[in-house]
């Protein structure tokens, strides 16, 4: 097949696909919104933001002292952000890969393992114990070769894991073994993490935790957004639209956002993603796949692709575009890009050819937030009464619930093994100030590109980049 007529046939897909996400596009689950705040509310703790984040932090400090008093507030609904349009993948990694935490702790890493690991066996306790419904599976993920050089970095990350004492749960595939698994003509080879990755649905564990806290006594406040925060006393003061809040303590849950702490701002820039998810494969197609094991895919390239199958059968495929706006701009205006869509699209017929002719149901995309190492970081202001995590980078699913620990940890004043981590007590580097920031990122995306299509290596930018500690990943 031609380019031209692929570039055709990848159109015609995308002709009846709804521009909005699909687990947010979900009428029988999709809770009814809570009233926005009018008036004036007191707390022991405010949670602000309605995404993962916050949701963990407000039902972890129920579990913790179920007398406390618990407010969040949410400026939209309950995981209409990142957190109900992300593509499902809960990862025990709470460092954005073993290659990114090797390469930034390789002292804690063993450490920062153990926890992920604990902290995806609590997800999933969570889950169960609050009857959440959201497809929970815990089949694994598959980091997949496409080029010869990722071969060889695959097989180096299995070495340096079984040197750590960590390969136990890591499977090296070969290009058959691989494409056992699931059947693409572009897959050399495979490293598969059978334990450490879980697919769910997205938007229903947000509501199913957004249920869980109204249970447990939190009182939640929707189309509410802070706008402004500071000290009344022994108290922080937040107000909104409508309302204020004041409470003895608060957690800035607010990821992607504009944070309500101006020093937070220059540590995270938000990027926007993008995915597609086809309609429900017939069992011929199914079978002309395979994917047995329904785990979830993602490539090893700088602008990856991210892949899995959903209960009823669908594949989510999303990544590679990772666009940055000027001046950290956050708009609805951005959901869509059809250029993105499009060559999504032709991706996904060249890695599953034999799927031609299926057709996409939903398109969209959203914010995240990235820092300079992808990994969260933390901190606290106004004398320990508000606490923050941030910067999660696309692995927030599972990682949230380990910040939202951290958080409750900092503004107990609490030295635990979470806060004693280098991880937990060092920030990023920041991003420098615009236009400085736009053009950085800009290079560093071409820069990116041209790595790819030259068998990884990497120029003098990026050497740069990583030499001060902010190795760049899409």
Known sequence: MSDAVASRAALRSLADARPTPFWLDDPDHRPAPRPALVGHESCDLLVVGGGYSGLWTALLAKERDPARD????EGEEVGWAASGRNGGFCAASLTHGFGNGLARWPQE???LERLGQANLDAIEEAVTRYGIDCDFERTGEINVATAPHQVAELEEWAAQARALGLGDQLTLLDRDAVRAEAD???????????????????????????????????????????????????????????????????????NAFPSLLRRV???????????????????????????RNRQGI????????????????RILWGGYDVLYHYGSRVSRDYHQRPETFARLARHFFRCFPQLEGIRFSHRWGGAIDTCSRFSPFFGTALDGRVGYAAGFTGL???????GAEVVLDLLAGERTERTALEMVRKKPLPFPPEPVRWAGIGITQWSLARSDARAGKRNLWLRAMDKVGMGFDS
């Open 70 to 73: 618990v407010v969040l507030l």
């Open 184 to 254: 693409s003509p572009t897959f050399l080879a495979g490293l598969w993490d059978r334990t450490g990755v879980a697919m769910l649905n997205p938007a229903r564990l947000a509501w199913g935790l957004k249920r869980a806290c109204e249970q447990a006594g939190v009182r939640i406040y929707e189309h509410t957004p802070a706008t402004r925060l500071g000290a009344r006393g022994a108290q922080a003061a937040v107000a909104t639209p409508y309302g204020r809040v004041r409470a003895r303590r608060v957690a800035l849950a607010t």
């Open 265 to 291: 701002r220059t540590y995270i820039v938000p990027v926007y993603d993008y995915a597609l998810m086809t309609e429900p494969l017939t069992e011929e197609q199914r079978a002309a796949v395979g994917w």
């Open 396 to 402: 927030g699913v599972g990682a949230t619930r380990f």
């Open 298 to 313: 993602s490539d090893s390239a700088n602008h990856f692709h991210y892949f899995r199958i959903t209960a009823d059968n």
């Open 109 to 111: 890493l063993t450490t």
